[in-house]
């Protein structure tokens, strides 16, 4: 649209040739405190990519469409604010589809424990009835099944925001679209209910203001709530409503030795028939 973009990053910039297969050293430089941030009680520990790419560059890659049924609550209860329909929201989700090239990934990359994960399913007679039961669609192209998707893909086959849209939109319009790592902002300056300028610091502690005519807040539910509120700006919602994806691990044991790290971690999802309440990944 003719404007110049900056985008700010409170993490490191960490190129993909700097990926190793040390997870305590990329856990560091690639997580939020190193992987270990917990909620104020202790009783929640949240994973979020801190680093230029974000999450996308540590997560798995599992694209998942959101269920009709998801949709229609949406809808019933204005969480959509009455400007998007569901039928909005899909033609949404199929345009990320095709951007990020996301597609169902082969069997010939997949980790042993997928094979007993599937086997169980349908012996206990769940298949046939499952919402969901398979391999996962994930943006992943050409995948090596090395088993490192979490501390950063250093082959580039995992279509991260680091791999992708940002040295695209570089490619494309050049210092149009620039990139600062290691800022963070600190506080967004309004004024009349408009915002204006955001108060950062960089991470050796000079601090710098930015103009913008536009700032789009791009930080997470928990960051983008935390600036607002410190803010005092976006009015008394700010903070209200927050949803994890919460995972919680089941492991078992079998008579044979699995290597389920020799291959594509998250390889096979299942979805139980009734209500949306869990999904089960492997």
Not at 218 to 247: E, P, T
Request: with cysteine.
């Amino acid at each position: 649209a003719g404007r110049s973009v900056l985008v700010l990053e409170r993490g490191r910039h960490v190129d993909p040739s700097e990926f190793t297969e040390d997870e305590l050293d990329m856990f560091a430089k690639l997580y939020r405190d190193g992987a270990l941030q917990l909620a104020r009680d202790f009783r929640l520990q949240i994973l979020q990519g801190m680093c230029v790419g974000g999450t996308t560059v540590v997560n798995n890659a599992v694209s998942i469409d959101p269920s009709p049924e998801v949709l229609e609550r949406w809808e019933r209860f204005g969480a959509l604010n009455g400007e998007l329909s569901a039928a909005d929201v899909m033609a949404g989700v199929a345009s990320v589809r095709d951007l990020l090239d996301i597609d169902t990934q082969p069997d010939s990359i997949l980790q042993p424990g997928a094979g007993k994960f599937t086997e169980g399913i349908r012996l206990l007679g769940l298949a046939d009835e499952a919402k969901q039961f398979g391999a996962v669609e994930a943006n992943i192209s050409g995948c090596l099944g090395c088993g490192y998707c979490n501390i950063g893909c250093a082959y580039g086959r995992k279509l991260s925001a680091l791999d992708t849209l940002l040295p695209w939109g570089q490619d494309r319009f050049g210092d149009r679209l620039r990139v600062l790592a290691e800022c963070t902002a600190e506080g967004i300056e309004a004024s009349d209910g408009r915002a204006e300028a955001l108060a950062c610091k960089l991470s050796d502690g000079r601090r710098v203001r930015v103009r913008a005519r536009t700032i789009v807040l791009s930080a997470g539910a928990i960051n983008s709530s935390y600036l607002l509120g410190k803010s005092g700006v976006g009015g008394a919602q700010v903070g209200r409503g927050l949803s994890f994806n919460m995972g919680s691990p089941m492991t078992a044991d079998f008579d044979e030795e699995l290597h389920s790290y020799d291959g594509l971690q998250i390889s096979h999802v299942f979805e139980p028939a009734g209500e949306p309440r869990f999904l089960m990944e492997t």
